[in-house]
T-cell receptor, first 116, second 117 residues
Framework: ETGVTQSPTHLIKTRGQQVTLRCSSQSGHNTVSWYQQALGQGPQFIFQYYREEENGRGNFPPRFSGLQFPNYSSELNVNALELDDSALYLC???????????????FGPGTRLTVL | AQSVTQLDSHVSVSEGTPVLLRCNYSSSYSPSLFWYVQHPNKGLQLLLKYTSAATLVKGINGFEAEFKKSETSFHLTKPSAHMSDAAEYFCVVSDRNYGGATNKLIFGTGTLLAVQP
């Protein structure tokens, strides 16, 4: 069984640039969630994708957007980067069966984004 | 609204002694609760989860947690600490939106566990 993978591992961008982060779900999982973990804090929910549509969103501005593909992999895009976007970005996969979301989410290793 | 409060930001124990990491929760319905561990510069690993079955939950690496509804607590314990247990531990509650089938996790602020030789 393949776990959740993310790429790249590290990324350095400058303020105002755009970034795309990628995630491959664990085998058999059809739901992907993204979290932002600032230094010294717990992860914060950004949004969740199911069947290629956004299926819930946390308190993040529209410049944070995502995509989910037919193979359940996902991208997180952040436009107009700000210094405060520097964080570890975590992807998690889970299964949604019927209309019941499986509670357990399995996390990838994360992408460390530094905005200068 | 769902929330969790981790009562200690730092805990230090000696190798071979018991570990206790404290977590209180707030939930408007029967919650799903989790403990995740994060080693330095790593992602999150699921230690254990409670989903309204047995109140004493056993996880990986000798950890266990007890759900106490009367105390709204879900403390994590281990009888004997190992050096490899040094990491940050997060208590987590699941916030389910049945209408939209969204399931988001709400994390506590974390407890950094140090294990002294």
């Amino acid at each position: 069984e393949t776990g959740v993978t993310q790429s790249p591992t590290h990324l350095i961008k400058t303020r105002g640039q755009q970034v795309t982060l990628r995630c491959s779900s664990q085998s058999g999982h059809n739901t992907v969630s993204w979290y932002q973990q600032a230094l010294g804090q717990g992860p914060q929910f950004i949004f969740q994708y199911y069947r290629e549509e956004e299926n819930g969103r946390g308190n993040f501005p529209p410049r944070f957007s995502g995509l989910q593909f037919p193979n359940y992999s996902s991208e997180l895009n952040v436009n107009a980067l700000e210094l405060d976007d520097s964080a570890l970005y975590l992807c998690a996969s889970s299964a949604l069966i019927g209309m019941r979301a499986e509670d357990t989410q399995y996390f990838g290793p994360g992408t460390r984004l530094t905005v200068l | 609204a769902q929330s969790v409060t981790q009562l200690d930001s730092h805990v230090s124990v000696s190798e071979g002694t018991p570990v206790l990491l404290r977590c209180n929760y707030s939930s408007s319905y029967s919650p799903s609760l989790f403990w995740y561990v994060q080693h330095p510069n790593k992602g999150l690993q699921l230690l254990l989860k409670y989903t309204s079955a047995a109140t004493l939950v056993k996880g990986i690496n000798g950890f266990e947690a007890e759900f106490k509804k009367s105390e709204t607590s879900f403390h994590l314990t281990k009888p004997s600490a190992h050096m490899s247990d040094a990491a940050e531990y997060f208590c987590v509650v699941s916030d389910r939106n049945y209408g939209g089938a969204t399931n988001k996790l709400i994390f506590g602020t974390g407890t950094l566990l140090a294990v002294q030789p």
